[in-house]
């Protein structure tokens, strides 16, 4: 695909998806005075609509006997139906009727957001608050009373606009600089070196640790999201990219042939000094696959992905038998 055509269809899916997909509409019920239910769920600037890290207040009718049936028991907030234990009541007053609220993500509170931001398929999300007890059921309310703000308009296009111009920076390097290239060579005939497949690798894990990290941040607000599993990864390609150089460095220093010239990207990472190589294929697949369970797990939970030993250990093997055949090369 043209990086042109790529850039229109990216663009166009982030259209459909954040503009012409609807949310869900609300209904409202009315209920008797007399009866304990949530009122009214308003933010700071009086409006029923909030994101992560907003102070949210709940009106509860005939609050008194609400309050003296919990003997004392804290009260927490329940949204879709689930509770959020952390989020204890900040503030409650009797009197008026009133809860206050931090729209937080704690540790334990994390599975629970992701069930209500995972999948991200439009700016807001209209959802149902309550409150309750964290052992019991949240008292009756309108169903989706509440307009979450799963994405703030503002953050979503920095985003955006930030990533598309740190991957054309990235396009214009790897077209115009020897960014992704081997050790030049110097000695007639000078030319360029073939695409590097340990400093493409290399990169494609800084990008999409990079990507993956603003993204959760510009989500959830959560800024400590980067794994193990995603340190090891980017660990074996830069100590494959290190490898690889000195090889490169070793091999230049002890002969005197001319380096390999080429303009073709794939035909280099897969492609040997002699012909196509199995353990490029295999660093390659491993390498795909592994990217596109990262960026599925990224935006479906909101988490980067904590891969187990068996996966880390199967790539580090692959790595290291590209070091080992490279030797050869």
């Not at 503030?91 to 993500?105: I, Y």
């Not at 280099?268 to 390498?287: A, F, K, M, N």
């Amino acid at each position: 695909m043209k990086p042109a055509t790529g850039m229109r269809s990216f663009i166009a899916l982030l259209f459909v998806s954040f503009f012409l997909l609807p949310a869900t509409k609300s209904s409202a019920t009315a209920f008797p005075d007399s009866v304990i239910a949530v009122k009214s769920v308003l933010s700071g600037n009086g409006y029923a609509r909030a994101g992560l890290n907003d102070k949210i207040t709940v009106s509860i009718s005939q609050s008194g006997r609400f309050y003296r049936s919990l003997n004392g028991k804290p009260l927490v907030l329940f949204i879709n139906g689930l509770p959020l234990k952390d989020l204890k009541a900040l503030s409650v007053d009797t009197l008026l009727g009133e809860a206050q609220f931090v729209l937080e993500r704690t540790d334990s509170t994390k599975s629970t957001w992701t069930l209500l931001l995972g999948k991200p398929k439009s700016f807001t999300k209209a959802v149902t608050v309550s409150v309750g007890l964290a052992n019991g059921s949240p008292i009756p309310c309108n169903n989706y009373n509440f307009t979450f703000i799963v994405i703030r308009i503002w953050q979503f296009w920095i985003f955006v606009c930030t990533l598309a111009a740190f991957l054309l920076v990235i396009f214009l390097l790897y077209k115009n600089t020897d960014l992704l290239r081997g050790i030049r060579n110097d000695t007639p005939p000078v030319g360029r070196k073939m695409y590097s497949l340990a400093l493409s690798q290399m990169l494609f894990w800084t990008v999409l640790v990079v990507g993956a990290f603003v993204f959760i941040w510009v989500t959830t607000g959560d800024i400590n999201t980067v794994t193990d599993s995603a340190l090891i990864l980017m660990g074996i390609s830069s100590a494959t990219a290190l490898s690889a150089r000195a090889i490169d460095t070793s091999a230049t220093g002890a002969t005197s042939a001319p380096e390999l010239t080429t303009n073709s990207f794939w035909k280099d990472i897969l492609h040997g000094t002699t012909d196509y190589e199995p353990h490029r294929l295999q660093i390659v697949v491993w390498t795909l696959v592994l990217g596109i369970v990262f960026i599925f797990s990224v935006w479906n939970d909101l988490t980067m992905p904590d891969f187990n030993g068996t996966l880390l250990t199967l790539m580090g093997i692959s790595s290291g038998v590209y070091v080992g055949f490279k030797y050869q090369e």
